[in-house]
T-cell receptor, first 111, second 116 residues
Framework: KNQVEQSPQSLIILEGKNCTLQ??????????LRWYKQDTGRGPVSLTI?????NTKSNGRYTATLDADTKQSSLHITASQLSDSASYIC??????????FGKGTSLLVTP | EAQVTQNPRYLITVTGKKLTVTCSQN?????MSWYRQDPGLGLRQIYY???????DKGDVPEGYKVSRKEKRNFPLILESPSPNQTSLYFC???????????????FGSGTRLTVV
């Protein structure tokens, strides 16, 4: 069964600090992996999309990594800001059109 | 502005009263999909459509109907809502039904439905 597991479930960090969120998946075959940011009560917004051949991709202070061999991805947030407080969702796409969603990591950045 | 528009944003209704949540996209996307999001469960797919008049069940289709008469619209219909359908609903669209890596999914802002 295709699964996407994210850790930690929730995280609290101080403003200005860095953090790393993890995503492990068992989806096969693999097409691509996406990280989304979801503000409370809003729709998810794409941060990065990576295919099998991509190891890392950045979007401003967000850097995603992918190890397709171990089926692991991480999202690193540098110099966190209060506006980074959100849920971060890892989504893995297999062949076809279905998306496999992780349950998300809830990040709270405090002053 | 390219977007997916859902209406209404908030809805409180009573058990058994039919309702429709509308979804419209202005990006000429073939693929559209409905999800529900519940605490601790993440996003789960209800129905999807690969093009006009082509719809199929997702993971949790029971109690829902959809239609795709036009490319831009993909309404979600609850014929007889029940309290277990209280949830946050999202509509999403994508350019290609197979979802090329360069094209992500655009999500609507969500509809918070409460069935009492």
């Amino acid at each position: 069964k295709n699964q996407v597991e994210q850790s930690p479930q929730s995280l609290i960090i101080l403003e200005g600090k860095n953090c790393t969120l993890q995503c492990n998946y068992t989806v096969s075959p693999f097409s691509n992996l996406r990280w989304y940011k979801q503000d409370t009560g809003r729709g998810p917004v794409s941060l990065t999309i990576m295919t099998f051949s991509e190891n890392t991709k950045s979007n401003g202070r967000y850097t995603a990594t992918l190890d397709a061999d171990t089926k692991q991805s991480s999202l690193h947030i540098t110099a966190s800001q209060l506006s980074d407080s959100a849920s971060y969702i890892c989504v893995v796409k297999s062949s076809g059109y279905a998306l496999n969603f992780g349950k998300g990591t809830s990040l709270l950045v405090t002053p | 502005e390219a977007q997916v528009t859902q209406n209404p944003r908030y809805l409180i209704t009573v058990t058994g009263k039919k309702l429709t949540v509308t979804c419209s996209q202005n990006m000429n996307h073939e693929y559209m999909s409905w999800y529900r999001q519940d605490p601790g469960l993440g996003l789960r797919q209800i129905y999807y459509s690969m093009n006009v008049e082509v719809t199929d069940k997702g993971d949790v289709p029971e109690g829902y109907k959809v239609s795709r008469k036009e490319k831009r619209n993909f309404p979600l219909i609850l014929e007889s809502p029940s309290p277990n359908q209280t949830s946050l609903y999202f509509c999403a669209s994508s350019l290609f039904s197979v979802g090329r890596a360069d094209y992500g999914y655009t999500f609507g802002s969500g509809t918070r439905l409460t069935v009492v």
